[in-house]
């Protein structure tokens, strides 16, 4: 079955930024748009952005404001949301998901997100 | 932006049935799916395609979507289906998914 792990989260001062990754095993990472969905402590799925296989389509929800950005390395297997001039708001667990044609598909575990001072 | 209501939370003794609905403006043209998250866990696909199931998703679990409605039934509840709810589409006159507010079922 699918797999997806995410890295990269920790404690982030607000300002600062985070660059967080996501790693697919036992599928062609390459084949699949894949998104970040996020999670804040308590609340209910928010959705962050999508980028297609070839990176051809990058889309963001309106909130971000272009403080994140969304890339992708298909020969490492890899996809990366770089998070910029962060906000307590930030605060939460990020989901890579796989995207199977408008289904979010397989979802990673997560990874926690903290900005505070 | 697109906007989808559910209800916060649905009571139910086990072994009746769960019914939980998800509310947006002509939400039957679009397809629907449905997430499943228990405490501490990523959510899991439990319905897409407004009533397709997942292999390893018990028939149990079941969907329909019309007009301004989708619903999200669960027969013969048990313990185990106690977790937050999320029906989800994806809105393409803004290329973004969307999630609804999420419903809380609770086995009482």
């Known amino acids: 079955e699918a797999q997806l792990v995410e890295s990269g989260g920790g404690l982030v001062k607000p300002g600062g930024s985070l660059r967080l990754s996501c790693a697919g095993s036992?599928?062609?990472?390459?084949?699949?748009?894949i998104n970040w969905v996020r999670q804040a402590p308590g609340k209910g799925l928010d959705w962050v952005s999508s980028?297609?296989?070839?990176?051809?389509?990058?889309y963001y929800a309106d909130s971000l404001r272009g403080r994140f950005t969304t890339s992708r390395d298909n020969a490492k297997n890899s996809v990366f949301l770089q998070m910029n001039s962060l906000r307590a708001e930030d605060t939460g667990v990020y989901y890579c998901?796989?995207?199977?044609?408008?289904?979010?598909?397989?979802w990673g575990q997560g990874t926690l997100v903290t900005v505070s001072s | 932006s697109y906007v989808m209501t559910q209800p916060p939370s649905v009571s139910v003794a086990p072994g009746q049935t769960a019914r939980m609905t998800c509310v947006g403006n002509?939400?039957?043209?679009?397809?629907v799916n449905w997430f499943q998250q228990k405490p501490g866990q990523a959510p899991v696909l439990v319905v897409h395609?407004?009533?397709d199931r997942p292999s390893g998703i018990p028939e149990r679990f079941s969907g329909s979507n019309s007009g301004n409605t989708a619903t999200l039934t669960i027969t013969r509840v048990e313990a185990g289906d106690e977790a937050d709810y999320y029906c989800?589409?994806?809105?393409?006159?803004?290329?973004?998914?969307?999630f609804g507010t999420g419903t809380k079922v609770a086995v009482v």
């Open positions: 998901v796989r995207d199977g044609r408008t289904i979010l598909e397989y």
């Open positions: 036992q599928f062609n990472l390459s084949d699949y748009s």
């Open positions: 980028i297609s296989s070839s990176s051809n389509f990058i």
């Open positions: 002509n939400i039957g043209s679009k397809s």
């Open positions: 395609d407004d009533s």
């Open positions: 989800q589409v994806w809105d393409s006159t803004s290329d973004h998914y969307v």
